[in-house]
């Protein structure tokens, strides 16, 4: 790495960086891209890889809030963007940019950080496990048009807004919604984000109950005309979509389902537990095509993160977490339904950093890990005990792009 300088982003090298992002993401970043991205992408909290007086590797967060078991929410860092550009790669300055993050996270009093991975091969060297996963819908053709049930929840009003009208309500509604474990706080750098990927390409629709605005989607359509099928209906993309309860999500799937001159909804980026298909009349009208990584999850703090989820019910179990490049969180915690703190005992499991965030937020269970090689254990009676503190009744997810 001999002749690059790691430091943070100087204000006034954001388009440089975004460049370099832009690149590696095969993108190219004209005037009119970096004019809707500029408000989501400041200096702040990014670092540079330097070369020349130019940035050659770029590594950005944000500061948003993580909802943990239990309801808590933890002070986090949504990491944005990575990136080192072709000629640069395999000289050490991704991990140097990463370490180089990962201490000014801590500095900022963040707990957790998480991600979205371009490849799931990067991030697991830095402490990053996988602590979030996703389904991906798709209702319809071939299997013929789907609907729900007569005796699915009935929902209430569904109104379209315009793109003004988007950028003003769905802030609010968003931060006054539930979320379960994994979901995020969208802030309005996100928001920013938001305006320039997402309000402005899909369709905003509202999902109005008897106390008013409990759920929303965002969609696009995209055509599916061929010459050989003229009259193909179009593929109804669902980018985002959340709702206080059950019929607030029925409300939304209805209206979305009876869109005119649509043959099929994709829905990618769905909980694991979505009860979407057991609303439908046909089950067959929906198939599962993939379950992916969503959200990949680094322990900051481990005493804390640990101290402030909630656990299940069950017998202590004392837990050694090795945490090469964080080392303070390295040591032996006791884990008990009422919380955890740091020990002298002997541990009955030892645990990486990254199989540590795999467990955390409940989309993992002990037994998985273990049986998969990712814990070591050194008495088999605990694994049962440690699943059942650390299992959840929800599976986690986030549900938010970043």
């Given at each position: 790495?001999t ?5 943070p ?20 970043v ?29 590594a ?22 990575v ?23 801590a500095d ?12 799931a ?6 402490g ?42 769905l ?9 379960r ?33 409990d759920?929303?989607?965002l ?5 599916q ?5 003229p009259?193909l ?10 709702a ?9 799937w ?34 599962v ?16 993160a640990?101290?402030a ?31 955890a ?9 030892r ?6 965030a ?5 989309d993992?269970?002990v ?5 998969a ?21 929800v ?8």
């Open positions: 790495m002749g690059v300088e790691i430091r982003l100087a204000p006034g090298e954001e388009r440089a960086a975004f460049e370099v992002l832009g690149r590696a993401l095969h993108t190219t004209t005037d009119d891209l970096w004019a809707r991205r500029a408000d989501s992408f400041p200096a702040e909290r990014r670092f540079a890889a330097v070369s020349g007086g130019q940035p050659v590797g770029v950005g967060s944000f500061a948003t809030r993580l909802t943990v078991p239990g309801g808590t929410t933890l002070p986090a860092a949504a990491v944005d963007g990136a080192v550009r072709a000629d640069h790669t395999r000289r050490g300055i991704l991990t140097a940019l990463m370490g180089a993050q990962l201490r000014d996270c900022r009093g963040d707990v957790v950080a998480l991600l979205h991975a371009s490849e091969t990067i991030y697991g060297r830095f990053y496990g996988v602590a979030t996963r996703s389904q991906a819908l798709r209702l319809g053709a071939p299997g013929g048009r789907a609907a729900l049930r007569p005796d699915a929840p009935a929902g209430g009003a569904v109104r379209m807004l315009s793109t003004d009208a988007a950028q003003e309500v802030p609010g509604l968003y931060a006054a919604l539930p979320r474990a994994g979901g995020i706080e969208r802030t309005p750098l996100w928001w920013a984000y938001a305006r320039a990927r997402l309000i402005g390409d899909h369709v905003a629709v509202v999902h109005t109950g008897p106390d008013g605005d759920g929303f989607a969609y696009r359509t995209v055509d005309r061929t010459f050989d099928q009259n209906g179009a593929a109804l993309v669902v980018a985002d979509l959340h206080a309860d059950a019929h607030a999500l029925a409300g939304l209805r209206f979305l389902l009876r869109v005119d001159l649509v043959a099929e909804v994709r829905a990618p980026g769905r909980p694991l537990d979505d009860p979407v298909p057991l609303m439908l009349t046909d089950p067959r009208t929906c198939r095509t993939g379950v992916d990584d969503q959200c990949w999850l680094r322990l900051i703090d481990v005493p804390a640990l101290a989820r909630a656990w299940g019910p069950g017998a202590p179990v004392v837990v050694e977490v090795d945490d090469p490049l964080l080392t303070r969180n390295s040591g032996r915690y006791r884990i008990t339904p009422d919380g703190c740091r020990t002298d005992a002997e541990p009955g499991l645990i990486p950093v990254d199989a540590l795999m467990l955390y937020l409940g993992r269970t037994s998985e890990l273990a049986a090689g990712r814990i070591e254990v050194s008495d088999p009676e605990v694994v049962p005990r440690a699943d059942a503190l650390v299992g959840a009744v599976s986690p997810w986030c549900g938010t792009p970043f």
